[in-house]
């Protein structure tokens, strides 16, 4: 029974790789995207979403960049899971990045396994998935790919970029690559570097997903299995790295699930370990395992002073882009200090900058979460850009 | 010239002009030409900056208070939380 259901939501996802339920750009095998890793990658597909209206003068667009696991499905619901939109608090009519105004586009990153190219992406060479064949990525990569994208709906310029966490790393590469075209940046619970400590967490998610025997070295898809166990487990440890212990301890506490006491065996006894148990799960229905690894090392790459000397003010000389850097006090993955070094740099460069901590006991997943505090100063930064840029 | 400023200063703190602004506020942005780059240590809830800001000047602010950053920052002012010396 497990292995029907298993091979049934292999099938959906596979099918969304290639056809997704999105609106798709298939570049022409001579328009590759050139790889840091020094390839050409051709032929690239973006699958992506948009929200609101383009108004005349194509100056009112605002890019949204999703986290390492999420996709361009911003809010409207999930096809696979049928889920709400994962940002429905942030943007729709009306939300600080408000539809009625703003034309909001997302596009499924490349290594990601939502319609854009990447390793669950059919390999026209062989009609099987790239699988470990695919080439390792880099968010400046991602950013390239989303830099066709807008060439190809006819956008020169965007009003915002916006995201957070892996999303915030692209804001970031964005403002750093393309200055121009991009007026105002909104990077949150970010960084400018993947620290040690995330690319140890990554390493953990990782190992356990090629641990498990059914990845059979990246090429589980030809064999129509699936490595279930490995991938939920590299989502339960990196989900409590998303939390804070304050969050665990007041949803959970030490309290039991459906039981008065221990059963004295290792049926999930604690609350918080019922709960990681379906993170775990549900995420192994709409995830790639493969593409869990390629878009880890992206993130586990960027280092943005690294193409600048070590000087992460290099990135933004001269910048014209407006920013508006915010973190959470109880985030420790990308903590406060990081948003800090990035604001430093951008007063360095002489950049117009903004910066708020906003407090909030839910850790690094606040960014997603209902932040009011977050959706003011959101809300505030743009209407003061749209001022600015005359929309 | 010094001490009658300060005076006017005390006097005007809690008056308001006829925008509706400090009339403190008022003094200190008569003196600023606009399009000069201000830095504002200690900006409170942005009211000096966003005056500056109305007339051409390109404001940026420094405050300790989360809360007066977070304001500020609504308000759509360049303002970064923190001391003078971070």
């Not at chain 1, 918080?272 to 229905?285: A, D, N, P």
């Not at chain 2, 200190?28 to 007339?55: H, I, N």
Request: hydrophobic share 40%; proline share 5%; glycine share 10%.
């Amino acid at each position: 029974m497990a292995d029907i259901s298993a091979t049934l939501d292999l099938a959906d996802r596979a099918r969304e790789a290639d056809e997704p339920h999105s609106p798709v750009v298939r570049f022409a095998a001579n328009k590759p995207l050139h790889l840091d890793a020094g390839v050409d990658f051709a032929p690239l597909q973006i699958a992506y979403q948009t929200y609101g209206t383009l108004n005349a003068a194509r100056s009112n667009a605002v890019l949204v960049c999703h986290a390492l696991t999420g996709d361009q499905h911003v809010v409207n619901d999930h096809p696979v899971t049928g889920k709400p939109g994962w940002w429905e608090t942030m943007v729709g009519p009306g939300k600080p990045i408000d539809t009625e105004r703003y034309f909001v586009i997302c596009p499924n990153v490349v290594g990601g396994c939502m319609g854009s190219s990447g390793p669950a992406s059919t390999n026209p060479a062989t009609g099987m998935p790239w699988g470990l064949d695919f080439p390792v990525i880099t968010v400046r990569d991602m950013v390239r790919a989303q830099a066709m994208l807008l060439d190809y709906l006819g956008i020169e310029s965007l009003f915002a970029a916006a995201g957070g966490s892996m999303g915030g790393m692209q804001v970031l590469q964005w403002a750093a690559s393309y200055p121009h075209r991009v007026f105002a940046a909104l990077p949150i619970a970010a960084s400018t570097r993947h620290s040690a400590q995330n690319i140890a967490f990554h390493e953990v998610g990782r190992q356990a997903v090629m641990a498990d025997p059914d990845w059979r070295g990246g090429r589980y898809f030809a064999e129509g299995i699936n490595p279930r166990r490995g991938l939920a487990v590299a989502r339960m440890g990196a989900h409590i790295t998303y939390l804070s212990d304050a969050a665990l301890h007041r949803k959970f506490g030490r309290r039991f699930q459906n039981r008065d006491n221990p059963t004295f065996s290792f049926d999930a006894d604690f609350q918080v370990e019922s709960y990681l148990r379906h993170q775990g799960i549900t995420f192994v229905e709409r995830f790639d395992a493969n593409s869990y690894l390629y878009l880890t090392r992206a993130m586990d790459y960027f280092d943005l002073a690294a193409d600048y000397d070590g000087v992460i003010a290099g990135a933004f000389r001269n910048t014209p882009t407006r920013f508006c850097v915010i973190s959470f006090t109880s985030d420790w993955l990308f903590p406060t200090s990081e948003s800090r070094a990035i604001v430093h740099a951008l007063n360095a460069a002489g950049a117009r900058v903004s910066f708020a901590e906003v407090t909030t006991d839910k850790g690094h997943d606040a960014f997603l979460l209902d932040e009011p505090e977050l959706f003011a100063i959101v809300r505030g930064f743009l209407e003061g850009a749209a001022k600015a840029r005359g929309l | 010239m010094l001490s009658r400023l300060k005076y006017d200063l005390t006097m005007a703190e809690a008056a308001r002009g006829p925008g509706g602004s400090r009339v403190d506020l008022l003094v200190v942005a008569d003196m600023v030409q606009p399009g000069a780059r201000v830095l504002d240590v200690g900006c409170g809830d942005g009211e000096l900056l966003r005056l500056l800001e109305s007339r051409g000047v390109d404001g940026r602010g420094i405050e300790l208070s989360r809360e007066g950053v977070n304001e500020c920052v609504a308000k759509g002012l360049a303002v970064v939380q923190g001391r003078y010396r971070s």
